[in-house]
């Protein structure tokens, strides 16, 4: 019968060996469809890893946020049984002002800093300090509420989480993560294009 030429690289791969090396230089460029497949892999990660800790760093603020109201509610009504609805409505309002007001002053002066001090420090130096503070100050918290301690113990604890940061430090720290690793060539994983 008539026999079938093969090219030398062509028994090569018919025997299970290496493929040629104009195929393998091919794959290892930049262009080709397998390195920007795994470079868009690669880039996924981070912005993964970056994601799953804003995640739950929101909804813990924002589920402390949505009891917090109530606690103080239970809390006037137990200090002062003889208060009308008005009164207390008036004292739990005064008393979130606050809170509120404590939480978000600390939050800002540490923000005006936090820039030059991640600059300088690192990003997950400065997304890690609030994640602590959020840890160590609803834990204060969640303390004050079992052993109903008042409410200036949960003024301190409050007061304890924005000092380290709070909500505006932890996400300026992720977001210029992301800036920063977009900038560094890995885009297209973590914002894709519109």
């Not at 393998?24 to 994601?51: K, L, Q």
């Not at 890690?128 to 301690?149: E, I, K, N, T």
Request: proline fraction near 7%.
């Amino acid at each position: 019968g008539k026999s079938v030429g093969l090219q030398p690289e062509h028994a090569v791969l018919a025997l299970g060996g290496a493929p040629p090396k104009a195929q393998m230089a091919e794959c290892r460029s930049p262009h080709s469809p397998a390195a920007t497949s795994a470079a868009s892999t690669a880039a996924a990660f981070p912005a993964a890893r970056i994601y799953a800790a804003v995640l739950p760093f929101t909804s813990a603020s924002f589920l402390a946020l949505s009891a917090f109201t109530p606690w103080l509610e239970v809390d006037v009504k137990k200090s002062y049984p003889e208060a009308s609805p008005d009164d207390v409505a008036k004292m739990v309002a005064s008393r979130s002002a606050l809170f509120s007001f404590s939480h978000g002053v600390c939050s800002v002066c540490i923000a005006g800093w936090a820039g030059m001090l991640s600059d300088r420090f690192g990003r997950r130096i400065c997304a890690s300090l609030p994640a602590v503070g959020q840890a160590v100050g609803y834990s204060l918290l969640a303390l004050v509420v079992w052993y109903d301690l008042g409410v200036y113990y949960a003024l301190a604890a409050w007061t304890l989480t924005g000092a380290l940061g709070g909500t505006f430090v932890f996400l300026a720290a992720a977001f210029a993560y992301i800036a920063d690793f977009t900038r560094s060539g890995g885009g297209g994983g973590a914002l894709p294009p519109r």
